[in-house]
């Protein structure tokens, strides 16, 4: 009669891990950081609103990539209060029906025209509904020519 039980105990065990164990593996990344590039280019006179920053986003996920800072926000420190920028933005990354909403802040160099942000996925849809919450990490250059402003540069997306 023991044996039984304990047979009937771990088989149970055994069917509940299984279960349990199923959402886990259903996810597409199994909750390993995705690396991705981006490129984009200040449009200063949008047709509507303020300036914003318009783009891709390629790699591990790949679209469309927007950004509006929010200028009331923004300051500057450094020797005669121009030299590193301290900006705020919301972000949408769109790709058909899949999409992330997200803020981040970050710090642009006016020396050098670099920048790093960090920031956090706060919507997700589609097939990237796993990534809501997410934690994200970026750098890149700011390159200003003639023809506009353009930055180059990589985003890492983590788990929290």
């Not at 803020?103 to 956090?120: A, P, R």
Request: hydrophobic share 40%; with cysteine.
């Amino acid at each position: 009669m023991r044996r039984l039980i304990f047979a009937s105990l771990v088989a149970s065990t055994l069917v509940l891990m299984s279960m349990l164990s199923v959402p886990a593996v259903a996810k597409p990344c199994c909750g390993e950081a995705l690396k991705c590039t981006i490129e984009l280019e200040l449009d200063l006179e949008p047709a509507e609103g303020e300036p914003d920053w318009n783009g891709a986003i390629g790699g591990d996920i790949e679209g469309i990539y927007q950004l509006w800072e929010r200028w009331d926000e923004m300051f500057f420190t450094g020797p005669e209060n121009n030299t590193t920028e301290h900006y705020f933005e919301n972000f949408v990354i769109q790709a058909e029906d899949n999409r992330i909403e997200g803020i981040d802040q970050g710090v642009f160099n006016l020396g050098n025209l670099k920048f790093h942000y960090t920031g956090s996925v706060t919507g997700a849809e589609g097939d990237w509904d796993y990534l809501d919450g997410w934690l994200l990490h970026g750098q890149g250059v700011v390159k200003i020519s003639e023809t506009g402003v353009t930055a180059t540069g990589t985003m890492t997306l983590v788990p929290p």
